[in-house]
């Protein structure tokens, strides 16, 4: 049997065409699904429910209800030990969880059995070790009182709606330190990838976090996601995706002030300096593009090159790029998958064309590709000849595509960097140590890296500047952002 074949035959049980709600598999009201898809070969792999607001109105009793019962009295230690038991049996259970989100979204097994997942795990870890840390403090007091202090209370009913590029991943950045903090959480799911997120719901009872705690809700954008962040028993909602969707969410959540985080798209600028280590360089730019397809928030998808060595960098990249080839993600040497689905993919491609038209040169790749002649597969792509105003320097194409644009010198290459209404995230490359500070400092954007690209730690906030959205995930910053804060004055 070939590898392919082999993990076909190992197929794990994927979810049922239910919501996971209270606890349990529940039929969506109306009964309705839809299929989820295997980008990369076409086929139907499951029906999936399709929740109503009516399910959503069901799924916020069942948290609220957790919330004033059993998870309301839960220690904070308790809750602590829970998540830990929750990232032992999301371990045990690895290679099932990676091929379902390798089946669901098209990536390499190589990324979700060795990135995707153990990340997850990771996050789980870390802020079960932060559940019992989370305190106010005693503060200084004036004039007639005799105490004050702060308390650090559970925001309450947080509503999660994530993308599809990295379906477990994003989830997780928000239910880990969500329920750490002692709230509840209803998850919305991509539609094109709600697999593992079932998943991990049934999981979560299954190490005994009480029902109604994690409730997943796969289902339309505007019918799931929209009643969610206008429903009143919901309070804060953490969205990741698109800036457009976001800004909608924005505005919809002003009428009831709901709080909000928001982590949207990015357009990064990786700069090489040419005094850098350019096979290093040109290895972390071509791993800041087409590691994940493409299909990542942070991608360094604007090559910023000095002028001197932008022909030499680009012969290294264009060399390793064609030895790049997509293929079926389920084999283990595979490190370009299918795109997420059809439509992304004849957008990526749109992109291209638009590129050429406005005169960018396709130094290699720019068509699309099959695997045994079926799948939403392109090649891995570069233009040049960009300049930072066409459209693919300026919008995000979320796809296997870099574009190299020059430059003269460090201040040129700041102002390019941050002529854009992103600001995700940069990459500097350079053996100049103050320099690579100097231009760190200088970059509009949340995460920066310095001679590396795509570095990730639970332990490290990510969030954007400007339109990449506010609020910052992971690191000690997201218990803030799953918490209130509340003063007490006690009278002498
Ligand atoms: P999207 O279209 O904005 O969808 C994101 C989520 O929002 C999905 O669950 C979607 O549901 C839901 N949604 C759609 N319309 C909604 C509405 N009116 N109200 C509430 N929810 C709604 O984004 P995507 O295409 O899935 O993901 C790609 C985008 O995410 C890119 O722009 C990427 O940069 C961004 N992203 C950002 C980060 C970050 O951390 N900054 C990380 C990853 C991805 P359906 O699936 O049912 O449409
Ligand atoms: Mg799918």
Redesign the pocket.
Known sequence: MTDAANAAALRPELPPARLWLGGEWVEPEGGRTFTSENPATEEVLCEVASASAADVDRAVAAARGALAGEWGATSARERGKLLWRLADALEERIQDFAVVETLDNGKPIFESRYVDMPSVVDCLRYYAGWADKVAGETLASSGPIGLTYTLREPVGAVGA??????PLL?AA?KIAPALACGNVVIH??????SLTALMLGALAAEVGFPAGVLNVL?????????T??GHPGIDK?A????????I??AK?AADTVKRLG?????KSANIVFADSDLDAAAKGAFNGIFYGKG????AGSRLLVERTAHDELLEKLVARTERLQPADPLHPKTRLGALVSKE?RDSVLGYVEKGRREGAEVATGGAAAAVDGKGYFMQPTVLTGVDNAMTVARE?I?GPVLVTIPFDDAEEAVALANASVYG?AAGVWTRDVGKAHHVAARLQAGTVWINQYNWYDAGAP???YKQ??YGR?LGRQALDYYTETKTVFVGK
């Open positions: 709606i994530t993308p599809w590029n990295f994003l950045w919305k799911p991509a539609s094109l990838t796969p289902g339309g954008g505007s019918e799931v996601g929209g969610m962040v909602i969205f990741t995706g698109s800036t457009a969707v976001g909608g969410i919809q928001l982590e949207l798209g990015g299909e990542v928030c942070a992304q995000e979320f995700l990510f969030g954007g990449s959205g995930e």
